[in-house]
């Protein structure tokens, strides 16, 4: 008997590399003296059927969807699985039961990351109360907090904010902040987390074989975007000295066999503190010239600040550290937006951030974000000139810009909150907001997507864009994939992309 399992439930993005989350908690409970074992049933899931049978698990994915999470829709989601995918899903169902039942633990830690994962949560727990009554349930995890009334009533332990505090009281017996609704507390002093463990999973089954491994070395944000709900989780930023986060790197790639080489920061952005960043450079570059053989690199999400804020030194010392990939939140290309979105990034720091990266070789992927709810056509077309205008970064040989298109999500968000009475749902619980509605938001990504793909960025509309190789038909292939309900009324969609398609040949005579 353990005392522990731990393991994540579908759907966590992918499989490229082990989760970090509950690795760090492992690291926590051995640390402490718990026998625990970490393990990953959305890892099963993937290879069972993601490999195996694409379709199906295209269809149970679209299952797992609980839509927006401020819930004003006017109808309830369909959550009807057809029997022969019900079949399959309960295949996986008996894998995850039979690695319980081999480790027989007094507690099964469940980390419910997104909101697609509280659909297969909901399901499968009961099933894990039937069949080992005695076993005490927890879940926790970014996904557990919206629509959670029903998750929390099946479990014995729901942890909010940070488990690794919680973990503990709980396998102690204890209540304590964070806990069946206890008031979570942050943590103060992140260097006191240990250098996640992760050493039980199967790491060559990963697409990545190991060679890439997720790394923290902060939590929460120094912004407060009007879209982004990094608050609710860490209303505070706080960070791990950067002495710290390079040594992990120097130990997860000195003592797991794979010898990882590439580390993915899982902060809300790297650069939030320039004094850690700095220093966590420097003693990479240190610990990089003691040890010859150890050369990584590393990707993070990245804000754009003025050239005081980051300066020409901290580019150069970024690139000599070995950063490869800059995840940057553009957003939109018009300034005007970027402050209602309470961004507050300057369109010159936003071209300082992209040419400095650029000239020394480091990837970017931009995020932006479609339909905001004061998104005009005008600004929508200087998200469209910014990239044409840099479009010819992508000629560089091995160097090609990736562009995530996002549509704006209603996360339960206090600018969401606070224009509650200005956001509505049409009859295909759809939400709209004076005159930008589903259509309208498609249609712009739609012509985005479009020009970026003319121009030679790597795309992505993020999720709906996963897995398409063929773009020549991009209306069909999306309707045929996902239910032409996704432009909304087709029609309409349609007719706004034709208008703006001719608004922006009139304003720029531009073909
Ligand atoms: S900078 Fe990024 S993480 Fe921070 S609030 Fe804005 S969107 Fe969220």
């Known amino acids: 008997m353990i005392d522990l399992l731990l393991t994540i439930l579908p759907r966590y993005t992918s499989y490229s590399d082990p989760p970090a989350g509950i690795s760090i908690l492992n690291a926590v409970v051995k640390k402490e003296g718990f026998n625990s074992k970490a393990t ?9 059927l993601f490999e195996k049978n694409r379709a199906v698990w295209e269809r149970i994915d679209k299952w797992m969807d609980r839509g927006p999470t401020a819930k004003k829709e006017k109808k309830p989601r369909e959550k009807v ?20 039942e081999k480790y027989n633990p007094r507690f099964v830690g469940f980390s419910v990351f997104t909101t697609y994962s509280i659909t297969p949560a909901l399901e499968f727990i009961p099933i894990v109360k039937k069949r080992f009554p005695n076993i005490k349930i927890i879940v926790g995890g970014a996904g557990t907090t919206p629509h959670n009334k029903k998750l929390y009533d ?65 939590r929460g944000c120094v912004r407060r975007c009007n879209f982004c709900d ?40 790297i650069n939030g503190n320039m004094k850690m960043l700095r220093t966590f450079c420097e003693k990479l570059i240190q610990l990089q010239s003691e040890n010859p053989e150890f ?39 018009s300034e005007k937006l970027r402050w209602a979105m309470n961004k507050k990034v300057k369109d010159e720091w936003l071209s300082y951030c992209i040419e400095e990266a650029y000239n020394r070789d480091i990837k ?42 996002n549509e704006f999500t209603l996360y339960e968000v206090d600018w969401v909150i606070d224009h509650e009475d200005e956001i509505h749902y049409d009859d295909n619980n759809n939400w709209f907001y004076e005159d930008i509605i589903k259509e309208k938001r498609m249609a712009r990504a739609i012509f985005l997507q479009k020009k970026i793909l003319e121009w030679g960025y790597d795309y992505r509309i993020t999720s709906l864009m996963n897995f398409i190789e063929d773009f020549s038909e991009l209306e069909k ?35």
């Open 40 to 48: 990953d049933f959305n890892l099963i899931f993937y290879k069972e």
């Open 81 to 100: 699985l057809a029997g022969d995918d019900r079949k399959e899903l309960n295949k996986i169902f008996d894998i995850w039961l039979d690695i319980i």
């Open 154 to 218: 099946m479990v014995d332990y729901y942890v909010i904010g940070e488990g690794e505090n919680a973990i503990i009281d709980i396998l102690n017996g204890k209540d304590g902040p964070g806990i069946n609704g206890i008031p979570a507390e942050q943590i103060d002093d992140m260097d006191t987390i240990p250098f996640p463990d992760y050493s039980d999973f199967s790491l060559s089954q990963y697409i990545c074989k190991g060679k890439m491994l997720r790394v923290t070395g902060s």
């Open 230 to 269: 990094v608050y609710k989780m860490w209303p505070l930023f706080r960070y791990r000295s950067g002495n710290l986060i390079a040594e992990e790197l120097f130990y997860q790639w000195s003592t797991l066999p794979c010898k990882p080489d590439m580390f993915l920061f899982t902060d809300s952005l």
């Open 295 to 333: 050369r990584p690199k590393f990707k993070g999400q990245w804000i754009a600040g003025s050239p005081r804020f980051t300066t020409i030194d901290d580019w150069n010392l970024l690139a000599e550290a070995g950063c490869d990939t800059l995840f940057v939140g553009v957003e939109s290309g």
């Open 364 to 405: 970017m992927r931009w995020f932006t974000i479609i339909g905001f709810p004061e998104e005009t056509d005008e600004d929508f077309f200087e998200t469209v000139k910014l990239y044409e205008r840099y479009k010819w970064m992508n000629q560089k040989e091995n160097f090609q810009i990736n562009i995530s298109i």
């Open 477 to 511: 292939i999306l309707g045929e994939r996902y239910g032409w309900e996704i432009f909304g009324n087709y029609d309409l969609y349609l007719k706004l992309k034709n208008d703006l398609e001719k608004k922006y040949k009139e304003m720029y005579n531009n073909d």
